[in-house]
């Protein structure tokens, strides 16, 4: 064989969970990559193909070096003071630098230089073969993928996420030594436990992924999912029905699966009655199944499963699954009509009885605080207070339902059926669901006003309560969601336009809590910066520039809504011919202002005014502020910037004609004002002299 060739590496053990297929490939590739980049055995430790089933994990290394090159290392030893005793013999410690590099003191060299001589050699290292330097290599990473859920067998030490039974290690053509998990490794893998049983060689790495198909086993992560999506569509097209391929279920189906056939089958149109979402969930939950709808979007009373094995009877396989589908179908219908038997409202006061937070109480103790609440954010969204009122007292109360409780997934969705089944208004049953929104990063805010008022409230109430409760995210921990709740409100402040504050939507949770937790002016300041960082990011991710966000934020406070207004003004504005001059000549003058410790606006004296630059300057100062006052009371920041804009001659003027800092104190304190009043003027808008760093 060559002295590169692909490394293969396959672990064969008992069915692993699908949901941790992918993640277990990533940690043994990176692992295994990394520690042979380290020896000098490959260049690229991202040339790895990730190869595994619910049976195996299986990494392919592309050209991996059989031996490690020779070295020659240079060793430093002990100084002559150190190495030499009065008489010039070797010391002790001479004498040990020798015997460590293997070497006679007469052997050894000098090493000279302004600071001395020290003893010094060169030790030629040879390299070492991959077979020597894996089975370290792979005890290491399999140590390193060793997590919470890792088991032990029989009676081994090794831990691993399910029983090992069996390795494979070829070195291209080649078979490594390596023994591991009571196990010694042999060029040979398992297939398909029902199509190919027993034993399959493999002779050669590359060819790992042919003899496996030929196994009926696709290796591939990529290719089997690909297979179950031509599948089914090609399954829904031959139908006339399209299939609801959700990504996180056809990936979880690829990971159950080493030869993938999907089926289609058929269920009772009766099930239709049932709210689709519960049939979806159903489906998808209980059975890995896909939904189908018809060409006008409704759910047909079909579904495609996805079999591990070919079938000579595919109708019996498929009668199969609809056997199995059946009863789970009636559990739901049985959900639906159970839960039914009584109103929402009738199941609020078991909400008493759901723990939310052991300090903040009860969900019926939170609800009764967005009850409160919602009087604050509806009429800032424009919504109906009674409409709010009422979804909140009813907006947890699916929670303690049947079909919530077997698919929780559905909370919120399921209380807008309930409450429509009740009789509430569309405007009530809408807001129970929506208020959940956004549930994850990306989804849609709620359609309607009082689902977005009882969102804000809920999402202030859990923020702001959860911190009081003195739980808030440490690290990567965040039980309570709190980061998400933040972004929620940024959204829903944003998107709504209204003049509430954030500081003032804070005080008005604060005052709710108030009866449950201890909430000061620090927790409400802390709580505040918090979601002002979420605003950041997101406005970031919105396309604004990091300069812009922190010059805006630096500039008089306001709504998130007039906080965005402003930044996209600002960005624009940060393209004028006049922003240098004037993003220049605000850092001056906040430099300059600081330097004197100037607290306070002065009064601006004209009689002390020393030249025509500094009369120009006041007199286009004062010109700019009524246009000024005028953009800001319609809130139109591009008009306010253009009207700042007008000041870049006559500031470069004033800077380049006056001292500012004479020696003259009284001069000196009426430039320093009027520097204090244009930046005042700058600050309504946003501190422009960050939009330079």
Same mark, same amino acid.
């Given at each position: 064989?060559s002295?590169? *060739?692909?490394l293969?590496?396959?672990?064969?053990?008992e069915e692993?969970p699908?949901g941790q297929?992918?993640? @277990?490939?990533?940690?043994?590739?990176?692992g295994?990559?990394?520690?042979?980049?380290d020896?000098?055995?490959?260049?690229?430790?991202d040339?790895?193909?990730?190869?595994?089933t $619910?049976?195996?994990?299986?990494?392919?290394?592309?050209?991996?070096?059989a031996?490690?090159?020779?070295?020659?290392?240079?060793?430093?030893?002990?100084a002559?003071n150190v190495?030499?005793d009065?008489?010039?013999?070797?010391t002790?410690?001479a004498?040990g630098?020798?015997?460590?590099?293997?070497?006679?003191?007469?052997?050894?060299?000098?090493l000279?230089?302004?600071?001395?001589?020290?003893?010094?050699t060169r030790?030629?290292?040879?390299g070492?073969?991959l077979a020597e330097?894996?089975?370290?290599m792979f005890?290491?990473t399999?140590?390193a993928? *060793? #997590?919470a859920r890792?088991?032990?067998w029989?009676?081994?030490?090794?831990r691993?996420?399910r029983?090992?039974?069996?390795l494979?290690v070829?070195h291209g053509n080649e078979?490594l030594?390596?023994e591991y998990?009571?196990?010694?490794?042999?060029?040979?893998?398992r297939?398909?436990?029902?199509?190919a049983?027993?034993?399959?060689?493999?002779?050669?790495?590359?060819?790992?992924?042919?003899?496996?198909?030929?196994?009926?086993v696709?290796?591939?992560?990529?290719r089997r999912r @690909?297979?179950?999506?031509e599948?089914?569509e090609?399954? !829904?097209?031959?139908?006339?029905?399209?299939?609801?391929?959700?990504?996180?279920?056809v990936d979880?189906?690829? #990971?159950?699966?080493?030869?993938?056939?999907?089926? &289609?089958?058929?269920f009772?149109?009766?099930f239709?009655?049932?709210?689709?979402?519960?049939?979806?969930?159903?489906l998808?939950?209980?059975?890995?199944?896909f !939904?189908?709808r018809d060409?006008?979007g409704?759910?047909?009373p079909?579904?495609?499963?996805v079999?591990?094995i070919?079938?000579?009877?595919?109708?019996?396989?498929?009668?199969?699954?609809?056997r199995v589908?059946? $009863?789970r179908?009636?559990?739901?219908?049985?959900?639906w009509?159970?839960d039914?038997r009584s109103?929402?409202?009738?199941?609020?006061?078991?909400?008493?009885?759901?723990?939310?937070?052991?300090?903040?109480?009860?969900i019926?103790?939170?609800?009764?605080r967005?009850e409160?609440?919602?009087?604050?954010?509806?009429?800032?969204?424009d919504?109906?207070i009674?409409?709010?009122?009422?979804?909140a007292q009813?907006c947890?109360?699916?929670?303690?339902?049947?079909?919530?409780?077997?698919?929780p997934?559905?909370?919120g969705?399921m209380?807008r059926?309930?409450?429509?089944?009740?009789?509430?208004?569309r405007a009530?049953?809408?807001?129970?669901e929506?208020?959940?929104?956004?549930r994850?990063?990306g989804?849609?805010?709620?359609a309607? $006003?009082?689902?977005?008022?009882?969102?804000?409230?809920?999402r202030?109430?859990?923020l702001?309560?959860?911190?009081?409760?003195?739980?808030?995210?440490?690290?990567?921990?965040?039980?309570f969601?709190l980061?998400?709740?933040?972004?929620?409100?940024v959204r829903?402040?944003?998107?709504?336009?209204?003049?509430?504050?954030?500081?003032?939507?804070?005080?008005?949770?604060?005052?709710?809590?108030?009866?449950?937790?201890a909430?000061?002016?620090?927790l409400?300041?802390?709580?505040?910066?918090?979601?002002?960082?979420?605003l950041?990011?997101?406005?970031?991710?919105q #396309?604004?520039?990091?300069?812009?966000?922190?010059?805006v934020?630096?500039?008089e406070?306001g709504s998130?809504?007039?906080?965005?207004?402003?930044?996209r003004a600002?960005?624009?504005f940060a393209?004028d011919p006049?922003?240098?001059?004037?993003?220049?000549?605000?850092?001056?003058?906040?430099?300059l202002?600081?330097?004197?410790g100037l607290?306070?606006?002065?009064?601006?004296?004209p #009689?002390?005014f020393d030249?025509a630059?500094?009369a120009a300057?006041a007199?286009?100062?004062?010109?700019?502020?009524k246009?000024?006052d005028?953009?800001?009371?319609?809130?139109?920041?591009?008009? *306010?910037?253009?009207?700042?804009?007008?000041l870049?001659?006559?500031?470069?003027?004033?800077?380049?004609?006056?001292?500012? &800092?004479?020696?003259?104190?009284?001069?000196?304190n009426?430039?320093?004002?009027?520097?204090?009043?244009?930046?005042?003027?700058?600050?309504?808008?946003?501190?422009?002299?960050r939009l330079?760093?």
């Amino acid at each position: 064989m060559s002295e590169r *060739a692909d490394l293969l590496i396959e672990i064969g053990c008992e069915e692993l969970p699908a949901g941790q297929l992918n993640g @277990q490939l990533e940690l043994l590739a990176r692992g295994l990559g990394s520690r042979l980049a380290d020896a000098g055995l490959i260049e690229d430790a991202d040339d790895i193909l990730r190869l595994g089933t $619910p049976r195996r994990l299986a990494v392919r290394i592309a050209s991996v070096e059989a031996r490690q090159s020779d070295q020659v290392l240079e060793r430093k030893g002990p100084a002559e003071n150190v190495a030499l005793d009065a008489d010039g013999r070797p010391t002790k410690a001479a004498e040990g630098f020798a015997r460590s590099v293997g070497k006679s003191f007469d052997e050894l060299e000098w090493l000279e230089s302004d600071q001395g001589r020290w003893l010094f050699t060169r030790v030629e290292q040879p390299g070492k073969s991959l077979a020597e330097l894996l089975p370290e290599m792979f005890d290491a990473t399999i140590r390193a993928m *060793a #997590g919470a859920r890792s088991m032990r067998w029989s009676d081994r030490d090794e831990r691993f996420l399910r029983p090992v039974r069996w390795l494979l290690v070829l070195h291209g053509n080649e078979a490594l030594p390596l023994e591991y998990f009571g196990l010694r490794a042999r060029p040979e893998t398992r297939g398909h436990r029902i199509h190919a049983p027993g034993w399959h060689a493999v002779e050669e790495a590359r060819a790992y992924e042919s003899v496996l198909e030929q196994a009926c086993v696709i290796v591939d992560p990529a290719r089997r999912r @690909q297979r179950i999506v031509e599948q089914a569509e090609r399954l !829904a097209g031959q139908a006339g029905l399209t299939a609801e391929l959700d990504e996180a279920l056809v990936d979880e189906v690829s #990971g159950l699966t080493e030869w993938p056939v999907a089926v &289609m089958g058929r269920f009772d149109e009766d099930f239709l009655k049932i709210p689709e979402e519960a049939l979806v969930s159903s489906l998808e939950q209980h059975q890995k199944s896909f !939904a189908l709808r018809d060409s006008k979007g409704r759910l047909a009373p079909r579904f495609i499963a996805v079999a591990n094995i070919d079938s000579d009877d595919p109708e019996l396989m498929t009668g199969g699954f609809e056997r199995v589908i059946r $009863p789970r179908l009636a559990d739901a219908r049985f959900f639906w009509d159970q839960d039914r038997r009584s109103p929402l409202v009738e199941k609020r006061e078991r909400l008493d009885a759901v723990l939310f937070q052991e300090k903040l109480g009860s969900i019926g103790d939170k609800v009764r605080r967005l009850e409160r609440l919602v009087e604050t954010t509806a009429p800032a969204l424009d919504a109906s207070i009674d409409a709010s009122a009422r979804a909140a007292q009813l907006c947890k109360c699916d929670l303690v339902t049947e079909m919530v409780g077997e698919f929780p997934e559905l909370q919120g969705i399921m209380g807008r059926y309930y409450a429509i089944a009740d009789g509430e208004s569309r405007a009530v049953a809408d807001a129970i669901e929506g208020h959940y929104r956004p549930r994850h990063a990306g989804d849609e805010l709620a359609a309607d $006003p009082a689902g977005r008022a009882l969102a804000l409230a809920d999402r202030l109430d859990t923020l702001l309560g959860v911190f009081a409760a003195g739980q808030k995210p440490k690290g990567g921990k965040d039980p309570f969601a709190l980061r998400r709740a933040a972004l929620g409100i940024v959204r829903l402040l944003s998107d709504s336009g209204t003049t509430l504050t954030l500081r003032k939507a804070l005080e008005a949770a604060g005052r709710v809590l108030g009866d449950t937790v201890a909430v000061d002016d620090a927790l409400l300041e802390e709580v505040e910066q918090f979601v002002f960082e979420r605003l950041r990011s997101w406005a970031s991710e919105q #396309g604004l520039e990091t300069n812009t966000v922190h010059a805006v934020a630096a500039g008089e406070s306001g709504s998130v809504a007039d906080f965005l207004a402003r930044a996209r003004a600002v960005q624009q504005f940060a393209d004028d011919p006049a922003m240098a001059s004037l993003v220049a000549a605000n850092k001056r003058a906040g430099n300059l202002l600081k330097q004197a410790g100037l607290e306070g606006r002065r009064r601006i004296d004209p #009689g002390l005014f020393d030249g025509a630059p500094e009369a120009a300057l006041a007199e286009s100062i004062d010109a700019c502020e009524k246009e000024l006052d005028a953009a800001m009371a319609h809130t139109d920041y591009p008009a *306010a910037l253009a009207a700042l804009a007008k000041l870049r001659e006559p500031v470069d003027r004033f800077f380049d004609d006056v001292m500012v &800092m004479c020696d003259d104190e009284a001069l000196r304190n009426n430039r320093l004002a009027l520097l204090d009043q244009l930046r005042t003027m700058f600050l309504r808008v946003a501190d422009v002299a960050r939009l330079g760093r």
